[in-house]
């Protein structure tokens, strides 16, 4: 077993004060997903409010944050095609669920450690003008588009590795809200794994490829599904902001290689692509000077990370 109790702050700043009730939300968004019949996320077992605790199963010894194995190089790719199924699954199986609109609202932890840290941060810290306007822009659509449920945090820190399986973690920002946003945490998190192995990239990129495959072929959302894409790539650069300069900057980014990814962030602000294949030849071309760049070994990874 694991317990698991919210703090009032923030590891990495301990200024930084969070709802603590977010252990609640992840109480219920594990029992959805065994409702839901999904594989992948730890079975909850006890949830003791008053002491924001929370108690699941443990997924045991031997398991690794999927971070290490992208930061090492290794792209699993049918992995990543039942991810993509998985989060598909979870998509279409709510959407239109008006009961499950009302249950799960945006949180204050969904506004508190994704708006605040990432689109808030852009609004109000970027340089560029068209930068600060985007954040504004993909705020509102946060807001407004309520399509399915949404795990909220689909970063590799938050996916456990073990053998063949894996298991999906920290569901505490879960709400009904925007698929766009699952995708364009996932992408930023791939996209800056390629940046950072540049030479290795095209690993990343038919990592991305298969799991939308998988992920569209589950989610069943006809036409619709090239305005999500379309909104993953717009909620993208604020996920990239975040990691390559704001407050949740990953350690141990070399300047060349920060640079690199935020001329790849600055360049999708103003192209506006509409598909993520189009983000590949940026980082193609944003990233030549990267062409010595090593995978990190194990050991040397530490720090916050994504």
């Given amino acids: 077993m ?14 930084f004060r969070m709802p603590q009730d977010r252990v609640v939300t992840e109480y219920d968004a594990l029992k959805l997903w065994r409702a839901l019949g999904l594989p992948y996320a730890p079975k909850p077992l006890l949830l003791d409010k ?9 997924v045991g010894e031997g398991a690794e944050m999927l971070t290490f194995q992208l930061m090492r190089g290794k792209v699993d790719v049918p ?9 598909g699954r979870l998509h279409g199986k709510t959407r239109g669920k008006s009961r499950l609109k009302t249950a799960f609202p945006m949180t204050g932890g969904f506004r508190m450690l994704k708006i605040g840290l990432y689109y808030k941060d852009m609004a109000e810290s970027a340089k560029s003008p068209k930068m600060r306007e985007l954040a504004k822009r993909c705020m509102e659509k946060l807001e407004k588009n309520r399509l399915c449920f949404i795990q909220g945090d689909l970063l590799p820190k938050n996916i456990l590795v073990k ?8 569901h505490e920002v879960s709400y009904y ?49 090239r305005k999500i894409e379309a909104n993953s790539i717009a909620y993208l650069p604020a996920n990239l902001f975040g990691r390559a300069c704001g407050k949740v900057k990953i350690d141990l980014l070399d300047k060349k290689t920060e640079k690199a990814l935020v001329r790849v962030m600055e360049r999708i602000v103003a192209e506006e692509p509409k598909k993520i294949a189009s983000v590949f030849r940026m980082v193609d071309e944003e990233g030549k000077a990267l062409a010595r ?14």
Avoid at 2 to 15: D, G, H, I, T, Y
Avoid at 51 to 57: A, D, G, K, N
Avoid at 298 to 306: C, S, T
């Fill in 2 to 15: 694991v317990l698991k109790q919210a703090e009032p702050v923030m590891k990495f700043n301990r200024k």
């Fill in 50 to 58: 008053k002491r924001f605790l929370l108690v699941m199963e443990a």
């Fill in 79 to 87: 992995l990543l095609r039942r991810l993509g199924t998985t989060y």
């Fill in 163 to 170: 053998g063949n399986d894996f298991f999906i973690i920290d």
């Fill in 177 to 225: 809200g925007d698929p766009a946003q699952d995708l364009a945490v996932f992408f930023s998190a791939m996209v800056s794994s390629a940046v950072i192995n540049w030479p290795l990239r095209k690993r990343y990129y038919r990592g991305i490829r298969e799991f939308m495959k998988s992920y569209k072929k589950e989610a069943g959302w006809g036409s619709l599904f």
């Fill in 293 to 306: 760049n090593k995978p990190w070994k194990k050991e040397a990874i530490h720090g916050r990370l994504f």
